[in-house]
């Protein structure tokens, strides 16, 4: 590889970052900004590497289509202020798998750089907090924050143990990408010391979400591994030791402890989410968050009076739910369709099921379905003609990965 390719390829892996943190990072840059700024960015890589243009086109006018008819025709209406910026999203993913598709290992290679770099980061906010104590301040409800540069949960789990949660809005932010990280730098890269690091910072976040994940890939990776002992007993004993513990304590947390509200308030969103459904199965109710506050005036008080849960709790927040939010949202016909190019994303093809459950495990839990890194595995599946008719695929090298 010359300077000039290193070079791009870090600059790509940079684009990738910026992405990621468009996809759930913390506001201290307004994400329109970030939006602009990664579109600037990649349109300047699209030159580079010479992305196929009708390909941009014909998706951008179909998903244009698509989000105008359902601002147009949903009877509950929207703000068109977020169609915009969702179709920017759209828009930018279309770019990436058209910059892609002629060098597909690289997508991989440029992901797992930009996700090191919130591995890094997510390490120093663990061990800095030790020092820095002092000297957080509260911003928000639960956030703590030194100086906007690190940035933890205030719940604790563990005493005098904060929740580390990287660059994201939350620690169950961070540990989808950590858990990603693991996925390719085992299952794809073989480098077993990101690995180690991965399920260490994993532990920090405190996220029952996460340590499911991390624990289901680590059985994955035992049963595969049953004849190779000296790979599956060290992994089963460091599963025991440290994972199980915590999780188990998590799981207790969130039925009878602090966390109750947050249980509490998330079969709230999965209520109402089915009652929107039931009552706008085909156009949905459009793609405002505004709609959700409406409808939980109708489930809120009793459940407010019998467990404490604040007003900010239940009306002031948009569904934690993805999957019911896109269906929802769009209508039932469309979140088919939806699920069906998800499931058939071609980016990921080594072990592609269990990285599409990890995809599934976290939209259940956080509202990302319609962010940048999300909408690129969707736009993958859609763009690719059926892979048993040929072997054709911007992804296609890393099908025997």
Not at 27 to 46: E, G, K, Q, R
Not at 73 to 101: E, M, N
Request: no cysteine; net charge positive.
């Amino acid at each position: 590889m010359n300077i000039k390719e290193n070079k791009i390829n870090y600059f790509s892996s940079f684009i990738i970052a910026l992405i990621i943190f468009n996809s759930g990072g913390v506001s201290v840059i307004p994400h329109y900004i970030v939006t602009v700024f990664a579109f600037f960015l990649i349109l300047i890589l699209f030159i580079f590497k010479e992305g196929e243009k009708k390909f941009i086109v014909k998706l951008s006018f179909i998903f244009f289509i698509v989000l105008f008819s359902n601002y147009y025709f949903t009877s509950w209406g929207g703000d068109p202020k977020r169609y915009i910026v969702f179709y920017s999203y759209i828009v930018t993913a279309i770019l990436i798998i058209s910059i892609y598709k002629s060098d597909p290992l690289q997508f991989i290679l440029d992901l797992r750089r930009a996700l090191i770099f919130f591995l890094i980061h997510a390490i120093f906010s663990f061990f800095a907090q030790f020092f820095i104590a002092n000297y957080v301040v509260i911003e928000g409800q639960h956030i703590q924050t030194f100086k906007y540069i690190f940035y933890y949960q205030d719940r604790q789990t563990i005493p005098y143990l904060l929740r580390v949660q990287g660059l994201f809005w939350e620690p169950g932010v961070l540990q989808f990408y950590i858990n990603i990280l693991f996925f390719i730098s085992y299952f794809i890269i073989k480098d077993y010391r990101l690995t180690f690091l991965s399920v260490l910072i994993i532990l920090t976040t405190f996220s029952t979400t996460g340590y499911l994940l991390i624990a289901i890939q680590i059985i994955y990776i035992l049963i595969s591994n049953m004849k190779r002992k000296f790979i599956a007993f060290p992994l089963l004993l460091f599963s025991i030791v440290l994972i199980v513990p915590v999780l188990s304590r998590n799981i207790e947390d969130k039925i009878s402890g602090y966390n109750r509200k947050s249980s509490l308030v998330r079969e709230l969103d999965f209520a109402i989410g089915i009652d929107i459904i039931k009552n706008n199965p085909i156009l949905g109710i459009g793609l405002t968050n505004e709609n959700y506050t409406y409808t939980h005036y109708f489930y809120g008080e009793s459940i407010r009076a019998l467990f404490e849960v604040t007003e900010d709790e239940l009306y002031n927040k948009g569904t934690t739910n993805s999957i019911l939010w896109i269906s929802s949202a769009l209508g039932l016909p469309i979140f088919f369709l939806w699920l069906y190019y998800l499931f058939n994303q071609q980016i990921i093809m080594s072990n592609r099921y269990l990285f599409l459950f990890i995809i599934f495990i976290t939209l259940l839990s956080e509202p990302l379905v319609m962010t940048p890194f999300f909408i690129i595995f969707f736009i993958s599946g859609l763009s690719i003609k059926k892979r048993a008719i040929s072997t054709f695929s911007p992804f296609g090298k890393l099908n025997n990965t």
